[in-house]
Every structure is written in structure tokens, then in C-alpha cells.
């Protein structure tokens, strides 16, 4: 009875939302810059297609070229929804992005890492070195790199890949000696690429990027679009989508999405209150 009850509830959730929203109206989607546009869009589409059917409202996916443009984007509100850590810099404070949702993944950490057979074997060794970062607004790629790197007194010469598997693309050629890395990017990389590498440093944990909304959505279509996400993976066809975009990327179970909350991410936000690299804001 409660079981039943509750698709009930789901089903007439989703029905006055699809009624609250005009005819024709949909809200972009923005995930962070990790790959390339085509891969982000075999990943996303099937999602968010589902999603949409589910909800009543219609996601539509935005992919920025770059890692730089989708955290200005971001900063300015484009987006309704985002799929980053960028919400969580002061610079985009203005546009009170909440948290609504996060995946069901292992936390995530900032790395250091060169290839296995480098003559690099500690962070000191990449004093005055060459060093490549996805973009100059990566949280985990490039941010709190920076900011161990310049606490330990540390210089490098960065260089940008646009994406963060376009500077490990970088990395395996041997055009740097080393690279700040998202970690659960680089696993998931280094699997598909069968390429071995070595950890200089991690960073702390840090929940993986967060789905977040923004202030302007009415409520209703919020809460009809976390529901669908927070229940896809156990739903038969969602589990099926989600398992189907994993193998994309490479990404490992357990696969969708939990509530979460900002609270959930207050590492983010005191890691920027804490920073002294001044890029990170």
C-alpha cells in the first residue's frame, strides 16, 4: 500500500510539474569540463533524456569547449543546473547555487602524478619543472595543486590541456613530466589507456562534483528533478542508462545519484576561505 502510494505521489509530482512549466520551456545542463564534447555528450544525453521523460521537465544538455568557459559560465548563471565544483567559488556566491544532488561515488582528491618510469619521485623534484593542468579553474585538476605547491615554496611552469584527459593525453605522449589531476578521472584514464603512473601527492578528500541548482528554478520543477535523479539507479531502465554511460568513461559501480545538500560540500567552501593561492577564487 505505501509502495504504491508512493509511485502515486512520484507520478502526480511529475505531472504538476510538467503542468507548472510552459509550454516549450527547458533548463540547460551544464557538467564540468572533463572531456571531450562528443564523450560528454554519450555520457549525459541518455541521462538526462531519461530524466526529462520522468520528470516532465526537459533537460538539455550545454557542453563548454573548455574547462575556463564552463566555470565563467557558472560564475555568470548561465546555467540552471550544474554538474561541477566551480558553484562553490566566492566569484560565483552571487548566483546562489544550491546543492540538490551527489553522486554515488568514492570521494575525490587533487593529484600530482608523473608517468611510472619518470626520474620523478617527490613533489620537490618538479621545482622549475614543466607541469600540465587541465585549465586554470580546475578544482581538483590545478586549484589545490596550486595552492600545495605554493605552500611548500615549490614554482612549476603550468601548462593547459583544456581538458582533463586532454593534459593526461599530455602526460602518456611525454610532453610534461607531470600533471594536477582529478583522481577519479586519472583511474578511470589510466584504465581504458592501460597507462601506469606514480602518485607525487593527494590532495584531501573532497565529495566528487555535485549537482546544483540554480536560485531562479521554481521549486516545484527542482524537487520533481532531484527525485527522478535519486531514484534512477534503482529503477530498472534507469539502472540500465546508467550502466550504459558508465562504460563510456570507464566509470566503476555503484553508479546515480543521492541528495545531498550544501552542507555536504563545506570542505569546498573552507578550503576557499583558507586559500593562499589567489587564482582559486
Do not use: C
Not at 89 to 104: E, F, M, N
Not at 254 to 264: C, E, L, S, T, V
Amino acid at each position: 500500500m505505501h509502495v504504491v502510494s508512493f509511485r502515486l505521489f512520484g507520478a502526480l509530482l511529475a505531472a504538476l510539474a510538467a503542468s507548472l512549466a510552459h509550454a516549450g520551456d527547458s533548463y540547460s545542463f551544464g557538467p564540468a569540463t572533463q572531456r571531450s564534447p562528443v564523450t560528454q555528450a554519450q555520457y549525459w544525453n541518455p541521462i538526462l533524456d531519461y530524466v526529462s521523460r520522468r520528470s516532465g521537465i526537459t533537460l538539455v544538455l550545454k557542453v563548454a569547449a573548455t574547462g575556463d568557459q564552463s566555470s565563467d559560465a557558472t560564475v555568470r548563471g548561465d546555467y540552471d543546473f550544474v554538474y561541477n565544483n566551480h558553484q562553490f567559488k566566492p566569484s560565483a556566491a552571487a548566483q546562489g547555487y544550491t546543492v540538490i544532488l551527489r553522486p554515488r561515488a568514492p570521494d575525490i582528491a587533487g593529484l600530482l602524478v608523473t608517468l611510472e618510469n619518470s626520474p620523478i619521485k617527490s613533489v620537490a623534484g618538479l621545482r622549475d619543472q614543466t607541469v600540465g593542468f587541465a585549465n586554470p579553474q580546475g578544482f581538483a585538476g590545478y586549484t589545490v595543486q596550486m595552492d600545495h605547491l605554493l605552500r611548500q615554496g615549490i614554482t612549476v611552469v603550468p601548462t593547459f590541456g583544456g581538458t582533463q584527459e586532454g593534459i593526461m593525453e599530455q602526460l602518456k605522449a611525454g610532453n610534461v613530466i607531470a600533471a594536477g589531476v582529478n583522481s577519479a578521472v586519472m583511474q578511470e584514464y589510466a584504465t581504458r589507456e592501460n597507462l601506469r603512473y606514480r602518485v607525487l601527492w593527494r590532495s584531501p578528500a573532497y565529495h566528487d562534483l555535485a549537482i546544483s541548482v540554480h536560485s531562479r528554478l521554481p521549486r516545484i520543477a527542482v524537487e520533481a528533478v532531484r527525485k527522478v535523479f535519486a531514484e534512477m539507479a534503482e529503477d530498472p531502465e534507469g539502472a540500465r542508462i546508467l550502466e550504459s554511460s558508465a562504460r563510456v568513461i570507464g566509470q566503476s559501480p555503484p553508479y546515480g545519484f543521492i541528495p545531498a545538500n550544501q552542507q555536504d560540500y563545506k570542505t569546498y567552501l573552507d578550503f576557499y576561505r583558507h586559500s593562499v593561492f589567489k587564482g582559486a577564487h
